[in-house]
């Protein structure tokens, strides 16, 4: 409750000291239910929810990958997100919010927010606002232990200590620690605090090592979200957890224009693309996904799926879309391996046929079957 008061006294400060703002623009209104959605679907127990964002760019993007850790105290809990401009670099020394490596963002705010409790230099569309860009893939995990949850936590404290420290060679990176989109980037750091603080050992994160200087060698051993994603449902699996997904959709009208990037495209504007495994569809542009591992995790994931939420053109408030019955994993995942082989066999020849498995984010996606 006092982070929900926090909110709204910085919203009216930013609404008091600037220009009305549109919907779907930074210190603009939000949805005015969020707290009752937000509330219906915490209603459900889960302990985690990793979020994998779609990505924006014309090709197979990577998109973004963050972890949300429930915590009773603090509403929903944090989401952890590795800051993308926390590289160092010159022109990032002043507009970008570069404190911290590891941000951690309340969850309602990281989804749905017009107003950032990191400050003004926080990125719209990426540290808060996330819906007004893109959609996003929440992975809920059920029956995490306490003790998991705060060695996560306290891991990623950890990561942000060695960055303001200018730490080199750690367990987790062999070189300083600050974010590189190929080297120390969103996925490798979750990873990493599953594998090294959590004790997920036999958790893949890799490392370009090998002519590490050299980008071709670091983009071919680099951690890619979606690629993390599966490796991580593999694990909690393993360990009995439950399973389920909720997909939050992109809202399609909103018009504001990131000021730091070069091509000037509003958000509504920009691809909203199932973020690529690092194969033959990373160079496509809008066309159809056919590589085996993007059918199945879309597939893996629809099956997997509970609810999809969306922001309502007309009301502009939130709304549960879509429901449906998940599928426990072992049959999500035996359905998803069948229908990604076929389909992917069946695209190869180029010939017209009915797609055996359903993709999550898809617009004929999330249908009854």
């Not at 670099?89 to 570069?98: A, D, I, Q, R």
């Not at 600050?178 to 980037?185: M, Q, V």
């Not at 090998?210 to 980008?215: A, E, I, M, N, P």
Request: aromatic content about 12%.
């Amino acid at each position: 409750m006092r982070l929900r008061l926090w909110l709204v006294a910085a919203a009216l400060v930013w609404a008091t000291n600037a220009p009305a703002a549109d919907f779907g623009s930074p210190g603009g209104p939000a949805p005015a239910n969020i707290d009752q959605i937000t509330d219906l679907l915490r209603q459900d127990p889960y302990d985690l929810e990793l979020l994998i964002s779609f990505g924006t760019s014309k090709g197979g993007s990577a998109g973004h990958l963050a972890l949300a850790i429930r915590d009773q105290a603090i509403d929903d809990g944090l989401v952890y997100s590795a800051n993308f401009y926390a590289d160092r670099t010159h022109k990032h020394e002043s507009g970008f919010y570069t404190n911290d490596l590891m941000l951690g963002i309340p969850k309602q705010e990281y989804l749905f927010g017009t107003v950032s409790t990191l400050g003004e230099t926080a990125s719209f569309g990426l540290d808060f606002g996330e819906v007004y860009k893109r959609s996003v893939v929440g992975v809920r995990v059920y029956g995490v232990p306490a003790g998991e949850k705060e060695a996560l936590a306290a891991y990623f404290r950890r990561i942000n200590d060695d960055y303001r420290n200018r730490a080199r060679n750690t367990e987790y990176h062999d070189r300083e620690v600050k974010y590189d989109y190929l080297r120390l980037n969103c996925a490798k750091t979750i990873g990493a605090a599953f594998k090294f603080g959590a004790g997920y050992e036999d958790l893949e994160v890799t490392s370009a090592k090998l002519l590490s200087g050299r980008r071709i060698v670091a983009a071919a051993t680099s951690n890619i979200p979606t690629e993390m994603a599966i490796k991580l449902v593999k694990e909690w699996d393993k360990r009995g957890y439950g399973l389920d997904v909720v997909l939050y959709k992109k809202y399609g009208g909103s018009t504001w224009v990131d000021p730091h990037d070069e091509e000037k495209v509003a958000f509504k504007d920009l691809p909203n693309r199932f973020p690529s495994v690092l194969s033959r569809d990373f160079r496509k542009d809008q066309g159809h996904y056919e590589d085996f591992d993007n059918l199945f995790a879309m597939y893996l994931f629809y099956n997997l799926a509970k609810f999809s939420v969306r922001v309502n053109d007309e009301t502009k408030l939130l709304e549960i879309e879509k429901g449906k019955n998940p599928m426990p994993y072992a049959e999500a995942a035996e359905q998803a391996t069948r229908s990604a082989s076929s389909d992917s066999d069946l695209f190869g020849r180029r010939q017209p046929f009915q797609p055996a498995g359903t993709p999550i984010g898809e617009p004929a996606g999330f249908s009854e079957k």
